[in-house]
């Protein structure tokens, strides 16, 4: 519930909370990294910004506040991909 609270206050935040979770959990269950492009992120969870790179901009700070709360959380980026590890 504090993760929630702390993050209320952005939707992009909220949104890639639970994304995490999910991509996390899903990672464990397969017993490796949960990929996904920047690009399809963006398709799926970015409406609200008209380029890819605005999107990856807001959300980059949106997961710096997101591992504050989810410290399990790995997060790898390469530049076009992310990779979501659960620890």
Known sequence: ?????NLKNSSLSLD??????????????RGEP???TWEKLHEN????YARAC??????????????KEYP???LEDNGLE???RSS
Request: a positive charge; proline letters at 0%.
């Open 45 to 48: 969870l970015g409406a609200d």
């Open 54 to 67: 605005d999107f990856k901009k807001k959300a980059v700070k949106s997961f710096q506040k997101i591992l």
């Open 16 to 29: 890639l909370y639970a994304w995490s979770a999910y991509s996390a959990y899903t990672a464990s269950k």
């Open 34 to 36: 949960f990929r996904i």
């Open 82 to 84: 992310l990779f979501v």
């Open 72 to 74: 399990e959380l790995r």
């Open 1 to 5: 519930m504090s993760a929630l609270q």
